[in-house]
């Protein structure tokens, strides 16, 4: 059920806002604890509701931002916070509280922290298993979004979180910078974050779901590597690198038997939208397909007989392929 649209790209208004919003101090009813999250107009603060001692994440939103009242920008959030709530995979919005200067979105709280930390090493690194178990959770919750004509055009580890350290599940969050696509919508501006971002963001060509895709490919290559595929010295060369869209999978990094990951990760980085892999195609591949959540307490894995993207060939055996 898609909500009415104040503008082709916005959902939501302040009388289409499902729950209520508080217009009470937040800390009457939460006790603050220390900031977990920072964005450029938002803080995020560990908190516990006082009457239950749940601990819960307040995001605190400034309403105007380089003098421009944003606060339609922050009504499409909690629109497509409120649209999402039901997804186990997608962070749930608790309570809604407005003072003269900013909204705090009560959300829910996953404490196992953003996969980032796995990812680099200041956490246990993921295993190749630990890495379909967890990617196909993050699909799962991308194909509820896409399903609904939402693209969310900031998918990276830093915003895809676990609710535990050990064996955690996963909880996408920040739709600051989502869009609702609707047929006569063509966006063209920079978004996102340069490893992560689409080539057609940069050229600035229209976006789609397929946008989301090519930053699923990088999360995914991440998760499994700790390397950021298109990694340059500067921005600029990382950029540059995207555009290019050349992907390779050095022996360092990736094991030769690996040829069903490497396979959809090419799937995910074609350079043309059009050419890209759904979500939903994503979560039919051998790498995902095969495989039953743990706690099935069956896992099949189909042998992937040696497909493997012709690209991937021409890519691995030229001298093209340049690590930047
Ligand atoms: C333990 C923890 C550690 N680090 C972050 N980082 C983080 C990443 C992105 C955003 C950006 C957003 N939105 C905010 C915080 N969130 C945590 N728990 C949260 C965070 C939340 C909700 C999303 C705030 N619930 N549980």
Same mark, same amino acid.
């Given at each position: /059920?898609?909500? $009415? ?5 916005? #959902? ?66 909690? $629109? ?29 709280? @996953? ?17 190749? =298993?630990?890495?379909?178990? #967890? ?5 799962? $919750? ?50 996102? =974050?340069?490893?992560?971002? $689409? ?12 946008? +989301? ?9 991440? /998760? #499994? ?12 060369? =990382?950029? /540059? ?18 040829? @069903? ?6 799937? /995910? ?9 759904? @979500?939903? +195609? ?33 890519? #691995? ?8």
């Amino acid at each position: /059920m898609s909500k $009415a649209l104040l503008s082709p790209d916005r #959902l939501g208004s302040v009388d289409e806002i499902r729950g209520e919003v508080f217009k009470v101090p937040w800390q009457n009813f939460f006790t603050v604890e220390d900031t977990i999250g920072r964005g450029k107009f938002a803080i995020v603060k560990k908190c516990v509701e006082k009457s239950t001692g749940k601990r819960f994440a307040a995001k605190c939103i400034r309403k105007r931002r380089h003098c421009r009242d944003c606060t339609q920008d922050i009504l499409h959030e909690i $629109a497509v916070l409120e649209l999402s709530s039901s997804h186990p995979h997608l962070i749930d919005l608790y309570q809604i509280y407005e003072s003269s200067t900013e909204f705090v979105l009560i959300l829910e709280y @996953a404490a196992g922290g953003e996969i980032f930390d796995y990812c680099v090493g200041l956490k246990d690194a993921f295993s190749e =298993t630990k890495v379909r178990q #967890l990617f196909r959770q993050i699909l799962e $919750a991308v194909d509820f979004l896409h399903d609904r004509n939402i693209v969310h055009l900031d998918l990276k580890p830093q915003n895809i979180l676990l609710t535990d350290e050990k064996d955690g599940d996963i909880k996408l969050v920040d739709f600051g910078l989502s869009k609702h696509l609707s047929e006569n919508l063509e966006i063209r501006e920079i978004l996102g =974050t340069p490893d992560y971002v $689409a080539p057609e963001v940069l050229n600035f060509e229209p976006i789609s779901t397929s946008t +989301d895709i090519w930053s699923l490919g990088v999360v995914c290559y991440v /998760m #499994l590597t700790g390397v950021s595929p298109f990694l340059g010295e500067t921005k600029i060369e =990382t950029l /540059m690198n995207v555009t290019t869209g050349v992907v390779d999978f050095p022996n360092d990094l990736f094991d030769e038997k690996q040829t @069903a990951c490497k396979d959809l990760i090419l799937k /995910m980085l074609q350079l043309d939208p059009q050419n890209r892999v759904t @979500a939903k +195609d994503c979560l039919q591949h051998t790498w995902l397909s095969g495989f039953l959540s743990p706690h099935d307490g069956v896992e099949r894995f189909a042998i992937q007989d040696n497909v493997f993207h012709d690209n991937a060939k021409n890519l #691995l055996s030229s001298k093209k392929c340049s690590r930047s």
